[in-house]
């Protein structure tokens, strides 16, 4: 029912900057808490950034904060993650989810995107 695509992840040097976009599907998307997920290799999928439906509440996990900002444009059904500064530690795949509840919880968000790759070289 709802599909979300990420996009923007690559290669870049520490110290660099990535823009990730995560494209949602149908008119929920207007109504949903959307958040941002990462997971690098053999561990977890960890918590990066969370904000509600009218883009006027966010929070980030603590190693990212003041490094990465998450924003909604919800005319274009998109989520954004501004990542600067980036750090080796920060490679990861990148995922985008969408929920109705706000939750940093990974198995309590319903739907995923299937990830984009972000490597950060030292």
């Known amino acids: 029912q709802v599909h979300l695509v990420e996009s923007g992840g690559g290669l870049v040097q520490a110290g660099g900057s990535l823009r990730l976009s995560c494209a949602a599907s149908?008119?929920?998307?207007?109504?949903?808490?959307m958040g941002w997920f990462r997971q690098a290799p053999g561990k977890e999928r960890t918590f990066v950034a969370i904000i509600n439906s009218r883009g006027t509440n966010t929070n980030y996990a603590d190693s990212v904060k003041g490094r990465f900002t998450i924003s909604r444009d919800n005319a274009k059904n998109t989520v954004y993650l501004q990542m600067n500064s980036l750090k080796p530690e920060d490679t990861a795949v990148y995922y985008c989810?969408?929920?109705?509840?706000?939750?940093?919880?990974?198995?309590?968000?319903?739907?995923w995107g299937q990830g984009t790759q972000v490597t950060v070289s030292s």
């Open positions: 149908g008119r929920t998307f207007t109504y949903s808490v």
């Open positions: 989810a969408l929920d109705d509840t706000w939750t940093i919880v990974p198995v309590e968000y319903d739907y």
